[in-house]
C-alpha cells in the first residue's frame, strides 16, 4: 500500500467524520501475544511475525544500504521501515484508537530520519504503540464501524489492514536485502541448523 492511498483512508475518515466513538483512554506497557486469545490473539500472533522479522532486517542491513532504492521515485529501505511506522502510528489514530507520540507528523514521516539507530528504534517503538491498541480494543471496540475507501469495515478491519500491510512491506524489505546481499536472519538460522543436523 502506497503512502498516498494511506494519506487517503486518513483524508477520508477525518473529513466524514467516520471515528464513530470517541477516543479510547492511553495504555501503557508492551503486549505479549501469547496472553490474549480468540480473533485479536491471532491478529497480534501475525504482527509480532512482521514486527519481529522487519526489525531483524532493519539491524541486520548495513547504515550506507538504507539509503538504497531499486528505481528512482520507489521507496529507499529506510523509508519502507518508516513507511510501515507511520501507518502503525496514524492509522489507528485517526480513527480515535490511540494518540501516537507528541509530534508524529503522517505527512513526511518517511523522510523525517535516516540513520540505522533511530529508524530502527522508530520502527519498534510503532509496533509496541499499534499492538498496545489493539490489545486494549474490547470486542465491542472492535466491532465499531468505520469506512475506508467507500468500503465499510470495522476497527477490526483498520487492524486487518495493518496487519496485511506489515506483511506486504516485509516482503518488499526482503526483497530489497536479497538484492544487496543479506540473507534474512532467520533464513540464516534455517540454513545454520539444516547444515548441523547434515553433520550429525
Not at 542491513?61 to 539509503?67: F, H
Not at 514521516?109 to 486494549?136: C, N, P, R, V, W
Not at 546481499?181 to 539444516?194: D, F, K, L, S
Request: proline letters at 5%; glycine letters at 8%.
Amino acid at each position: 500500500m502506497s503512502l498516498a492511498q494511506i494519506s487517503r483512508i486518513v483524508a477520508c475518515v477525518a473529513a466524514l467524520g467516520l471515528a464513530l466513538v470517541a477516543p479510547l483512554a492511553a495504555h501503557d506497557g508492551a503486549v505479549d501475544p501469547a496472553t490474549m486469545t480468540g480473533v485479536k490473539g491471532d491478529m497480534l500472533s501475525f504482527i509480532t511475525d512482521a514486527e519481529k522479522k522487519l526489525v531483524e532486517l532493519a539491524q541486520a542491513t548495513p547504515e550506507k544500504k538504507y539509503s538504497y532504492r531499486p528505481t528512482k521515485g520507489v521507496r529507499s529501505t529506510g523509508e519502507v521501515f518508516l513507511h510501515v511506522a507511520a501507518a502503525n502510528y496514524g492509522l489507528p489514530a485517526m480513527l480515535g484508537i490511540k494518540a501516537p507520540p507528541a509530534g508524529f507528523k503522517f505527512e513526511g514521516y518517511e523522510q523525517s530520519m535516516t540513520s540505522k539507530e533511530d529508524i530502527t528504534k522508530a520502527l519498534q517503538e510503532s509496533f509496541t504503540h499499534m499492538k498496545d491498541g489493539l490489545a486494549h480494543l474490547s470486542d465491542a471496540d472492535m466491532d465499531t464501524p468505520a469506512e475506508l475507501f467507500g468500503n465499510k469495515t470495522t476497527r477490526r478491519g483498520v487492524y486487518m489492514l495493518l496487519l496485511s500491510h506489515a506483511h506486504e512491506h516485509l516482503g518488499q524489505s526482503i526483497a530489497y536485502a536479497r538484492v544487496n546481499g543479506i540473507v534474512p536472519p532467520w533464513t540464516a538460522r534455517e540454513m545454520q541448523a539444516a547444515a548441523a543436523r547434515e553433520k550429525k
